[in-house]
Every structure is written in C-alpha cells, then in structure tokens.
Nanobody, 128 residues
Framework: VQLQAYGGGLVQPGSSLRLSCAAS??????TAWFRQAPGKEREGVSF????????YYADSVKDRFTMSRDNAKKTVYLEMNSLKPEDTAIYYC????????????????????????WGQGTLVTVSS
C-alpha cells in the first residue's frame, strides 16, 4: 500500500490542525500516526484497528487528538486540537495488514516494527 500524508503547517499554540493520510485499499489495514520531534525518537501518537475502528492514543495527546477513517475516501485523519509547542514534529502515517489479536496490538502499536508500510512525513510546527 502507498501512503501519502499531508496537512501539516505552522500554527499557533491552542490552534487546531487536521492531518490526512491517503492510502489504497485502506480497509485491509490497521493504521497509525507517529511523530518525530527534532533530536528525539519516533513515537506512536494514535492507532486504529481495521476491523472495528477502535482507537488508542498516547497519553500526551489523549483528549486532544482524534483519529478517524473514511473508507470511501481511503483516508485516515488525525484531528489535532489545543496544539502545544511540544507537538511540533514530523508526523508519519503507517499501516499493517497482518491480523494481530487486539491484545497484541494494544501492547505493540507503539512499536515501529509493528508496521510494514510508512508514508512520507508532514511537518507540524506549533509556535507563536
């Protein structure tokens, strides 16, 4: 699958931004958003199971970010609200087709090695 992430930009603290990730055959993949800030390791931000659309979030973005999916448009979204300077990073979308158990995914969705496919990143800068 080819993944194409877009929607990044420069915003002020407290603002909102929506990232999009277009993917062919999206229905067959569990998807995730990761981010990598300058000088830091890539970290998992959110994850969505392919069968039931259940989502998981990193504690740092819980209640501020929402991940969603539109199968008809073959796109996953990351709605980001109340953005903070520490949200500044390159954001990546990732996908995995292998069917893992919900328990396994709950424990491993943050691992880069879980995913087979990655899109190019889109830069989000939160600054006044």
């Amino acid at each position: 699958v080819q993944l194409q992430a877009y929607g990044g930009g420069l915003v002020q603290p407290g603002s909102s931004l929506r990232l999009s990730c277009a993917a062919s055959n999206l229905y067959y993949y569990a998807t995730a958003w990761f981010r990598q800030a300058p000088g830091k390791e890539r970290e998992g931000v959110s994850f969505m199971r392919k069968d039931d659309g259940a989502t998981y979030y990193a504690d740092s973005v819980k209640d501020r970010f929402t991940m969603s999916r539109d199968n008809a448009k073959k796109t996953v979204y990351l709605e980001m609200n109340s953005l903070k300077p520490e949200d500044t990073a390159i954001y990546y979308c990732a996908a995995v087709r292998k069917k893992y158990t919900p328990t396994y995914l709950f424990n491993t969705w943050r691992r880069i090695s879980t995913y087979d496919y990655w899109g190019q990143g889109t830069l989000v800068t939160v600054s006044s």
